[in-house]
């Protein structure tokens, strides 16, 4: 190394001098200053509050503007420039490369329309089990960094205004979600292929058709997830070199917030696809159960609990288990389900605590479900304040919840809800199996004798095995969000 070169190893995090070279930077860590390549490092990103980041960093060099000379303000402000010219080339890089390896998948002699000449092989399902919408993304993505590409400056990168071109493209984001979710799909597909030797000779020959890098299919097929958690963390870091009088300012900043929000749609749909599981093997706990399943309607479990329930026109109270999910309210007594309540069609009414006109009868902690269409009306109690309280709020979370789905277009495909059920089905199919594979006692064990104390009718009953304990409640306390 020359006397003026910076030496430092993988993890060091250098703070950046001067930019104003596009190969060579000055950078200062704790050994020292000095030159070092930019090419051999990535600038490091920090989301957790970029616009702090932002005016420090902004403030920082302006108080050396503030004290220098003519040429020190102009040698920081290229600086700037440089930094941000840097961030830009960093995401339209990314995203060539990025659309490079969908065409890889999607187009010419990929994987897909290989896999679709081979109908021997693979069926138009397993295609799309494997591959899910990467189709659909690409497509997105190629008109995506148009938008980008027409958004950037080339006589001067700086001035470019990226953050506009993702703020018109945050709602095509949304399809990511499908494909996210679809994902653990696609590697159990393709662990159970890559058993097979046909299947992978097969993907090497599509790889090495496309001169891709040698990493698996399964490898290729999990670029989209990561890329759609990456933009957060660029736009964090375009944000940190934007300077507020930019017209680009306001854009990044507000496409920042929208690519969050998308990542976290994303997390949030996972989480509830990995619910329908639970509430399907809940379901099939309950005996002779009636009526369409639950996930025809619903997909999450937002709130249960006890309650009483006053019944008209005799004022009869009931204790009740009730479970409330989007779109309906379901009650049940021990592990037999009573009924279900639409709640598309209720208004809640909350109680003051007195004596009721029509039942004759003090209440306290009540609340009413009233019914628009047929005009029924469900009197409910609560033993504690607090828990009433806890009951509006949830009622309260699953109109929200109806509605944000409505927006966003959320729902359980027909394929999920059977697949669903269908595991649970053979969850409790393997259950009763297992049980009815133990053996009461040993077969190495003489066979116990008849107490001369005890009637014969008594022996038969303390001889026979106990009754398996309903899995009903322990369905209940793995699926509910809350605990008394």
Same mark, same amino acid.
């Given at each position: 190394?020359?006397?003026?070169?910076?030496?430092?190893?993988?993890?060091?995090?250098?703070?950046?001098?001067?930019?104003?070279?596009?190969?060579?930077?000055?950078?200062?860590?704790?050994?020292?200053?000095?030159?070092?390549?930019?090419?051999?490092?990535?600038?490091?990103?920090?989301? /957790?509050?970029?616009?702090?980041?932002?005016?420090?960093?902004?403030?920082?060099?302006?108080?050396?503007?503030?004290?220098?000379?003519?040429?020190?303000?102009?040698?920081?402000?290229?600086?700037?420039?440089?930094?941000?010219?840097?961030?830009?080339?960093?995401?339209?890089?990314?995203?060539?490369?990025?659309?490079?390896?969908?065409?890889?998948?999607?187009?010419?002699?990929?994987?897909?329309?290989?896999?679709?000449?081979?109908?021997?092989?693979?069926?138009?399902?397993?295609?799309?089990?494997?591959?899910?919408?990467?189709?659909?993304?690409?497509?997105?993505?190629?008109?995506?960094?148009?938008?980008?590409?027409?958004?950037?400056?080339?006589?001067? +990168?700086?001035?470019?205004?990226?953050?506009?071109?993702?703020?018109?493209?945050?709602?095509?984001?949304?399809?990511?979600?499908?494909?996210?979710?679809?994902?653990?799909?696609?590697?159990?597909?393709?662990?159970?292929?890559?058993?097979?030797?046909?299947?992978?000779?097969?993907?090497?020959?599509?790889?090495?058709?496309?001169?891709?890098?040698?990493?698996?299919? /399964?490898?290729?097929?999990?670029? @989209?997830?990561?890329?759609?958690?990456?933009?957060?963390?660029?736009?964090?870091?375009?944000?940190?070199?934007?300077?507020?009088? %930019?017209?680009?300012?306001?854009?990044?900043?507000?496409?920042? %917030?929208?690519?969050?929000?998308?990542?976290?749609?994303?997390?949030?749909?996972?989480?509830?696809?990995?619910?329908?599981?639970?509430?399907?093997?809940?379901?099939?706990?309950?005996?002779?159960?009636?009526?369409? /399943?639950?996930?025809?309607?619903?997909?999450?479990?937002?709130?249960?609990?006890?309650?009483?329930?006053?019944?008209?026109?005799?004022?009869?109270? %009931?204790?009740?288990?009730?479970?409330?999910?989007?779109?309906?309210?379901?009650?049940?007594?021990?592990?037999?389900?009573?009924? /279900?309540?639409?709640?598309?069609?209720?208004?809640?009414?909350?109680?003051?605590?007195g004596k009721d006109r029509d039942l004759h009868m003090n209440i306290k902690n009540a609340f009413r479900l009233c019914c628009s269409t047929t005009g029924e009306n469900h009197l409910l109690c609560t033993r504690k304040p607090e828990q009433k309280q806890c009951w509006l709020k949830a009622l309260l979370s699953e109109r929200e919840q109806v509605r944000i789905d409505k927006e966003t277009g959320f729902?359980?495909?027909?394929?999920?809800?059977?697949?669903?059920?269908?595991?649970?089905?053979?969850?409790?199919?393997?259950?009763?199996?297992?049980?009815?594979?133990? +053996?009461?006692?040993?077969?190495?064990?003489?066979?116990?004798?008849? @107490?001369?104390?005890?009637?014969?009718?008594?022996v038969l009953v303390l001889a026979e095995p106990k009754r398996k304990p309903s899995t009903f409640w322990h369905s209940i306390s793995r699926l509910a969000p809350f605990r008394k």
């Amino acid at each position: 190394m020359d006397e003026q070169e910076l030496g430092f190893k993988a993890g060091d995090i250098i703070e950046v001098m001067d930019a104003t070279n596009r190969e060579w930077w000055w950078g200062r860590i704790t050994d020292g200053e000095g030159w070092f390549p930019a090419t051999f490092v990535r600038l490091r990103v920090n989301q /957790d509050e970029p616009a702090d980041e932002n005016k420090a960093f902004w403030a920082r060099n302006d108080s050396r503007v503030a004290d220098g000379k003519a040429e020190d303000c102009s040698l920081v402000q290229s600086s700037k420039d440089q930094m941000r010219t840097n961030v830009i080339n960093e995401i339209l890089s990314t995203e060539r490369d990025y659309i490079k390896h969908l065409r890889d998948i999607c187009e010419m002699r990929g994987y897909i329309r290989q896999c679709r000449k081979r109908a021997d092989l693979f069926s138009e399902n397993q295609v799309r089990t494997i591959f899910g919408n990467i189709e659909d993304i690409y497509r997105c993505q190629k008109a995506f960094i148009k938008a980008l590409e027409q958004k950037f400056n080339g006589e001067h +990168p700086h001035l470019s205004e990226l953050g506009s071109g993702f703020l018109e493209h945050q709602a095509d984001f949304q399809i990511y979600s499908e494909y996210c979710n679809n994902h653990p799909n696609a590697s159990v597909e393709l662990s159970r292929l890559a058993k097979l030797s046909k299947y992978v000779y097969f993907f090497e020959a599509c790889r090495l058709l496309q001169r891709m890098i040698d990493i698996s299919l /399964d490898g290729f097929l999990l670029t @989209p997830v990561q890329k759609i958690c990456k933009y957060p963390l660029q736009l964090a870091e375009l944000l940190k070199y934007t300077p507020p009088q %930019h017209r680009d300012f306001k854009d990044v900043e507000a496409a920042l %917030h929208a690519m969050k929000n998308v990542a976290q749609l994303i997390n949030e749909r996972k989480q509830r696809l990995e619910n329908i599981d639970k509430i399907a093997r809940w379901q099939s706990s309950i005996e002779d159960w009636e009526g369409e /399943d639950l996930l025809v309607r619903s997909s999450e479990l937002i709130y249960s609990g006890e309650l009483t329930c006053i019944m008209h026109p005799q004022a009869k109270s %009931h204790q009740r288990m009730f479970f409330l999910f989007d779109h309906q309210l379901i009650y049940s007594k021990k592990d037999l389900l009573r009924r /279900d309540v639409d709640m598309d069609c209720l208004e809640v009414v909350d109680v003051e605590d007195g004596k009721d006109r029509d039942l004759h009868m003090n209440i306290k902690n009540a609340f009413r479900l009233c019914c628009s269409t047929t005009g029924e009306n469900h009197l409910l109690c609560t033993r504690k304040p607090e828990q009433k309280q806890c009951w509006l709020k949830a009622l309260l979370s699953e109109r929200e919840q109806v509605r944000i789905d409505k927006e966003t277009g959320f729902s359980i495909t027909e394929l999920q809800r059977k697949q669903a059920m269908l595991n649970a089905s053979k969850q409790q199919t393997a259950e009763k199996l297992k049980a009815t594979r133990q +053996p009461y006692y040993s077969t190495h064990q003489k066979h116990p004798a008849r @107490p001369a104390s005890l009637p014969q009718q008594q022996v038969l009953v303390l001889a026979e095995p106990k009754r398996k304990p309903s899995t009903f409640w322990h369905s209940i306390s793995r699926l509910a969000p809350f605990r008394k």
